[in-house]
C-alpha cells in the first residue's frame, strides 16, 4: 500500500448545502494586520529587511523580563519563542535543494517510505532565523524564481517547543478521520483558506480545533500566522501567547463532520471567488482599460450570468469570466451559443464551457 491509498482529498470537495449559524463568542482571537508588502530584491543594501516591516517584532520579537514574570516565569529559564513555518515543497520548484542549502533546521512531516515517495510535494516545518537568506526570500516579490512570495508556500508560527516536538504535534493532523471513519488529507497550511474556514465555523467547531491550532501541553503555540499574496493581510490566530505553564490540556483527536465539510467547502469558494476577483480586476484595469466601479458593475453582471447558467465548478466560473471579458456579455446572446448552452445533454454532463472553449478555439463562434 502507497502512502496515500485509500485517502482522500479534503480539497477536493464540491458546494455543500449551507447551514446558518448563530452568532456565537469565536474561541481563537484572530486579528489582521493589513499592508503586508513583499519585500523587493534589496540589493545593495548593508542590511536588509528579513521579513516585511509589519511582521518584524511579531516574528522574532521576544517578551520582557517583566512580561514573563506577569506570566509566572522566570526569565531565565524559559526558552526563547521560535519561529517556525509549514512550507508546502509542491507549489516551489527545487524546494527541497533550496532548503537543504539554506543551513536552517528543518524536517518532513512525512516520514519513512511516504518521505521517500513524496518529499518533493510533502509540508515540511523549518526553524526560520532572522538574517537567513532562505527566510528573506519566503517574503520577497521579483521574477528570480528563489524568491518565494507569489508562492504562498505556506504558514508561520511561534513556539518555544523544539522543532521535532512540532512535527510530532503538526504529524497528528496531516489525516483526519470523518465520522464514518473515512481518512481524508487536511492541508492546514494552506494559507488561503483556513482562515476563511475558521471564521465560518462556531465555537463547538473551534474548540475541536484548538488543539491543532493553539497547539497542547507538550507542544504549546503562541501564534499562527496566514499571509494572503493577494490582499496583502496577516491573519494572526492566537492561542496560548507566551505560556510557560505547559497545562493546555487540549484535544488533539479531531473528527470531521458534515458540518466541517460544508464549511471548508464555502472557505474554498469564498478564497477562490477573491483570488479570481483580483486577477480579473488586474486584467481589466491593465488590459480593457476599465476603471474599479465599472469593473466591478460588469463583474457581477457575469457572475450573475454565470449563475443563471448554472455554472457550479471553479473550472467553469473562472473560464466564463474569462470569455466574457474577452467577447462581452452579449456574447451568451449569439444564437449558436445559446444553442450550446441549452443543450440538455452538455448541461447535465458539464460540458457547456468545455464545449464554448472548443469552438472559439475553431473560430466558429
Known amino acids: 500500500m502507497t502512502p496515500h491509498d485509500d485517502l482522500d482529498d479534503i480539497w477536493s470537495f464540491g458546494s455543500r448545502e449551507q447551514c446558518s449559524k448563530a452568532a456565537q463568542t469565536p474561541t481563537f482571537q484572530i486579528e489582521h494586520i493589513g499592508s503586508v508588502e513583499p519585500l523587493d530584491a534589496q540589493f545593495g543594501l548593508d542590511h536588509p529587511k528579513t521579513v516585511p516591516e509589519p511582521l518584524s517584532e511579531l516574528f522574532f520579537g521576544q ?22 513555518a509549514i512550507l508546502d515543497a509542491a507549489k516551489v520548484t527545487n524546494f527541497v535543494e533550496m532548503l537543504e542549502a539554506s543551513s536552517l533546521e528543518h524536517c518532513c512531516l512525512f516520514k519513512g517510505d511516504a518521505e521517500d515517495e513524496l518529499k518533493n510535494v510533502a ?28 508562492s504562498e508556500p505556506g504558514i508561520y508560527l511561534r513556539s518555544r517547543s523544539t522543532l521535532e516536538d512540532m512535527r510530532k504535534h503538526f504529524r497528528k493532523f496531516i489525516k483526519l478521520k470523518s465520522i464514518d471513519e473515512k481518512w481524508f488529507y487536511f492541508r492546514f497550511w494552506e494559507a488561503s483558506v483556513i ?38 493581510c496577516c491573519t494572526t490566530v492566537k492561542g496560548h501567547p507566551l505560556s510557560t505553564s505547559g497545562n493546555l490540556k487540549l484535544p ?45 458593475t460588469y463583474y457581477g453582471r457575469t457572475l450573475r450570468k454565470a449563475a ?5 465548478t471553479e473550472k467553469d466560473v473562472a473560464s466564463f469570466v474569462y470569455v466574457t471579458f474577452e467577447q462581452g456579455i452579449t456574447f451568451w446572446d449569439k444564437p449558436d451559443v445559446m444553442k450550446i448552452t441549452s443543450d440538455k445533454h452538455l448541461k447535465s454532463s458539464h460540458r457547456v464551457m468545455d464545449a464554448i472553449l472548443y469552438r472559439l478555439k475553431k473560430g466558429d463562434l
Open 63 to 84: 517578551p520582557g523580563p517583566s512580561e514573563l514574570a506577569m506570566m509566572g516565569g522566570e526569565p531565565d529559564k524559559v526558552p526563547p519563542l521560535q519561529t517556525y
Open 123 to 150: 509540508p515540511w516545518i523549518v526553524r526560520l532565523e532572522e538574517g537567513n537568506a532562505f527566510t528573506r526570500n519566503l517574503f520577497t516579490r521579483s521574477e528570480a524564481p528563489w524568491h518565494l512570495w507569489d
Open 195 to 232: 482562515p476563511a474556514f475558521l471564521s465560518e465555523i462556531d465555537v463547538e467547531q473551534q474548540a475541536r480545533f484548538q488543539g491543532l491550532f493553539c497547539g497542547t501541553d507538550s507542544a504549546p503555540i503562541a501564534e499562527i500566522y496566514f499571509i494572503s499574496v493577494r490582499t496583502r
Open 252 to 296: 488533539i483527536q479531531i473528527k470531521l463532520t458534515e458540518e466541517d465539510f460544508t464549511d471548508l467547502a464555502k472557505a474554498m469558494r469564498t478564497t477562490f471567488f477573491k483570488r479570481m476577483r483580483q486577477d480579473f480586476e488586474d486584467r481589466a484595469l491593465a488590459q480593457y482599460g476599465m476603471s474599479k466601479s465599472d469593473f466591478s
Open 308 to 312: 443563471d447558467y448554472q455554472m457550479v
